[in-house]
Nanobody, 127 residues
């Protein structure tokens, strides 16, 4: 049984920065995309960013492009989401996820097909 262990998050002022971490363990996939979804209060879960295990290519939701950066440290087997210039609209619980189909991060409702999730990391952007 695989698992994703998340860390990071918290309360940050608008314009501030937060880094999330996600460490996968206990499974082997030939290829996958690993990254984050987020769910704000009263809203549907949405894909934020993922990074491919095949070639390191990345996906970002339009509203976070230029502010968020996803990366991975293979030596530590950890993926990071650096979130800069945070806005109140970024307030949500951020869930690390892994799946073989990167389209799940792109299409509306794609999150319903994702099979493995982290425990969630709340991020609150407020002054």
């Amino acid at each position: 049984q695989g698992q994703l262990v998340e860390s990071g998050g918290g309360l940050v002022q608008p314009g501030g920065s937060v880094r999330l971490s996600c460490a996968p363990s206990g499974f082997t996939l030939d290829y996958y995309c690993i990254g984050w979804f987020r769910q704000a209060p009263g809203k549907e879960r949405e894909g934020v960013s993922c990074i491919s295990s095949v070639d390191g290519s990345t996906y970002y939701k339009d509203s976070v492009k230029g502010r968020f950066t996803i990366s991975r440290d293979n030596a530590k087997n950890t993926v990071y989401l650096q979130m800069n210039s945070l806005k109140p609209d970024d307030t949500a619980v951020y869930y690390c996820a892994i799946d073989q189909d990167p389209l799940f991060w792109v299409v509306d409702g794609g999150w319903r097909n994702v099979k493995l999730w982290g425990q969630g990391a709340p991020v609150t952007v407020s002054s």
